[in-house]
């Protein structure tokens, strides 16, 4: 079955450093989208990629998807404060269209 | 105010009782989700209707039963459950079509306690 990779679990930097989340998928994947939790809050919905090598931008968050549409990427430049939470990605992938979510990575900023 | 609202946003209750978890989206949307989300865990998917029919069950006890009366209200029926049940439940809507290729909208949850 498909199985969903996402690392680190943990991140923590200081305001204005970089952050990266990466989302790993064991199967070839139709789409994935990016979601935001913040501490308490419900799963945000930041953006989907559904093209192989596909590179999307919101501000200072870059997503990425593989050019073999197995792994993707978030980048964040020069965090800030409000940018604290968990990053998860949602992997839909194989002819079922299984939907799995990666574990999430917490990500904690030091003002 | 996220268009997707989930009451109660708290419950505890005991093994041997029974209750329902409700959901409730005003988006418009055809496709309504239950997932499970525990500590140190991934979002688990649980049900999945589309077009108030129900397309996907993940494997789940018996004692979680879901139902879809119509495509705006979606109910996850509990009983006789275990204390390793204790997680939040969210629920979740997407807009008509392919459901995994649409953006989805969470509530805010119910965080169940089971004692």
């Known amino acids: 079955g498909q199985q969903v990779m996402q690392i680190p679990q943990y991140q923590h930097v200081q305001e204005g450093e970089d952050f990266t989340t990466y989302c790993n998928s064991s199967t070839t994947l139709s789409n994935i989208q990016w979601y935001k939790q913040r501490p308490g809050g419900h799963p945000v919905f930041l953006i989907q990629l559904v093209k192989s090598g596909e590179v999307k931008k919101q501000k200072r968050l870059t997503f990425q998807f593989g050019e073999a549409k197995k792994n993707s990427s978030l980048h964040i430049t020069a965090t800030q404060t409000t940018d604290v939470g968990t990053y998860f990605c949602l992997c839909s992938g194989g002819s079922n269209y299984k939907l799995t979510f990666g574990k999430g990575t917490l990500l904690t900023v030091n003002p | 105010e996220t268009g997707v609202t989930q009451t109660p946003r708290h419950l505890v209750m005991g093994m041997t009782n029974k209750k329902s978890l409700k959901c409730e989206q005003h988006?418009?949307?055809?496709?309504m989700y239950w997932y499970k989300q525990s500590a140190k865990k991934p979002l688990e998917l649980m049900f999945v209707y589309n077009f108030k029919e129900q397309t996907e069950n993940n494997s789940v006890p018996s004692r979680f039963s879901p139902e879809c009366p119509n495509s705006s209200h979606l109910f996850l029926h509990l009983h006789t459950l275990q204390p390793e049940d204790s997680a939040l439940y969210l629920c979740?809507?997407?807009?008509?079509?392919?459901?995994?290729?649409?953006?989805?909208?969470f509530g805010d949850g119910t965080r169940l306690s089971i004692l």
């Open positions: 988006l418009g949307h055809n496709a």
């Open positions: 979740a809507s997407s807009q008509v079509g392919d459901y995994s290729n649409q953006p989805q909208h």
